[in-house]
Nanobody, 115 residues
Framework: QVQLVESGGGLVQAGGSLRLSCAASGNIFRPNAMGWYRQAPGKQRELVAAITGGGSTNYAYSAKGRFTISRDNAKNTVYLQMNSLKPEDTAVYYC?????????WGKGTLITVSS
């Protein structure tokens, strides 16, 4: 089993920055991919950014140029640095780890961006 614990969410003003962290524990195998998704009220969950074990990244169009995903393989932790936040970034942000064709999800952390 794999456990994912997100941290770093909260309330921030538009234009501000936040850094999310997600620590994975349990039966971690490599290679694996980790990523961040978000779900705003009344909307479907969507990809924000993802990163492979080798460091290849993929970003949603809305995140490009503002968000940066990174990971520390030794700590089994993935980060999301979010800059220039907008009110439309308000959502619950979820961490995901994918390994051996199985996806594991964290419980999510709420980010609220005020205008």
């Amino acid at each position: 089993q794999v456990q994912l614990v997100e941290s770093g969410g909260g309330l921030v003003q538009a234009g501000g920055s936040l850094r999310l962290s997600c620590a994975a524990s349990g039966n971690i195998f490599r290679p694996n991919a980790m990523g961040w998704y978000r779900q705003a009220p009344g909307k479907q969950r969507e990809l924000v950014a993802a990163i492979t074990g080798g460091g290849s990244t993929n970003y949603a169009y809305s995140a490009k140029g503002r968000f940066t995903i990174s990971r520390d393989n030794a700590k089994n932790t993935v980060y999301l640095q979010m800059n220039s936040l907008k009110p439309e970034d308000t959502a619950v942000y979820y961490c995901k780890l994918s390994q051996i064709s199985i996806d594991y999800w964290g419980k999510g952390t709420l980010i609220t961006v005020s205008s």
